[in-house]
């Protein structure tokens, strides 16, 4: 029997983590947060000094760089050559370097047979901005998640503001624009709705409404009863 992959797509700052992490533990999946993966990369970048645009530079640095997901009591840290990296990738800097990495394709290439690999290994809820469209072109649930960049950049607003981050409202709009441009006009795998994705706009929703949402297009796509 083949494993359930359901692919989540969407600008940054839809509530894609928080609503695809709710919902893999709801039902027994693994979360997988590929964003995480792009964050480590452009950690690793920024701390060898080279810049987010260098592409050469990068795919030259790419053999020296490890990055593996791995679960602790159900929950995703990201490892950086062994090192704990999960909570210093979530920086407005290191996002900054993760849009433009990612926009590299050798980078692509590295993380896509590591995140093809996880959804032959069992049950995922995958999220990212090209799962449907380049990594699991065949997943059987897709879901386009997106919200009004407004929505978006007061919720990162909050998020920064709650972990303690001196941060501007308008400073974190302009990123979450300049972020969307850069991911959706980007020549390799650019941000974009699959085909036979579902859209899932999450502007008026609140968190468990959009859990709910989620959960429905999964159960109406696969057939198994979840709510
Ligand atoms: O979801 P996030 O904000 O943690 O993602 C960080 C950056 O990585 C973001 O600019 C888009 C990029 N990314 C990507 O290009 N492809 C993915 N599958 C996931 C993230």
């Given at each position: 029997?083949?494993?359930?992959?359901?692919?989540?797509?969407?600008?940054?700052?839809?509530?894609?983590?928080?609503?695809?992490r709710?919902?893999?533990?709801?039902?027994?999946?693994?979360?997988?947060?590929?964003?995480?993966?792009?964050?480590?990369?452009?950690l690793?970048?920024?701390?060898?000094?080279?810049d987010?645009?260098?592409?050469?530079?990068?795919?030259?640095?790419?053999?020296?760089?490890?990055?593996?997901?791995?679960?602790?009591?159900?929950?995703q840290?990201?490892?950086?050559?062994?090192?704990?990296?999960?909570?210093?990738?979530?920086?407005?800097?290191i996002?900054?370097?993760?849009?433009?990495?990612?926009?590299?394709?050798?980078?692509?290439?590295?993380?896509?047979?590591?995140?093809?690999?996880?959804?032959?290994?069992?049950?995922?809820?995958?999220?990212?901005?090209?799962?449907g469209?380049?990594?699991?072109?065949?997943?059987?649930?897709?879901?386009?998640?997106?919200?009004?960049?407004?929505?978006?950049?007061?919720?990162?607003?909050r998020?920064?503001r709650?972990?303690?981050?001196?941060?501007?409202?308008?400073?974190?709009?302009?990123?979450?624009v300049?972020?969307?441009?850069?991911?959706?006009?980007?020549?390799t795998?650019?941000?974009?709705q699959?085909?036979?994705?579902?859209?899932?706009?999450?502007?008026?929703?609140?968190?468990?409404?959009?859990?709910?949402?989620?959960?429905?297009?999964?159960?109406d796509?696969?057939?198994?009863?979840?709510?």
């Amino acid at each position: 029997m083949g494993y359930i992959a359901v692919a989540i797509d969407g600008p940054s700052g839809a509530g894609k983590s928080t609503i695809a992490r709710a919902v893999a533990a709801r039902l027994g999946y693994v979360y997988v947060d590929t964003g995480a993966m792009y964050r480590a990369i452009g950690l690793a970048v920024s701390r060898r000094g080279i810049d987010g645009t260098d592409a050469d530079g990068i795919a030259a640095v790419l053999p020296s760089i490890a990055v593996e997901l791995v679960y602790q009591d159900g929950a995703q840290h990201v490892l950086l050559n062994g090192e704990d990296v999960s909570a210093a990738i979530r920086t407005s800097a290191i996002s900054r370097y993760a849009s433009q990495v990612s926009a590299v394709p050798a980078v692509r290439q590295f993380l896509l047979e590591t995140q093809r690999d996880m959804a032959r290994k069992g049950d995922i809820l995958m999220d990212g901005r090209d799962i449907g469209t380049v990594i699991l072109p065949d997943a059987p649930v897709k879901i386009f998640l997106t919200a009004s960049a407004e929505t978006r950049a007061d919720r990162r607003y909050r998020e920064l503001r709650e972990k303690g981050q001196d941060v501007q409202y308008e400073d974190v709009l302009h990123d979450v624009v300049e972020r969307d441009r850069q991911d959706m006009t980007r020549a390799t795998a650019p941000l974009r709705q699959a085909a036979d994705a579902v859209l899932l706009d999450t502007s008026e929703l609140t968190l468990e409404q959009s859990i709910e949402a989620v959960l429905q297009i999964i159960q109406d796509k696969t057939g198994e009863t979840y709510i």
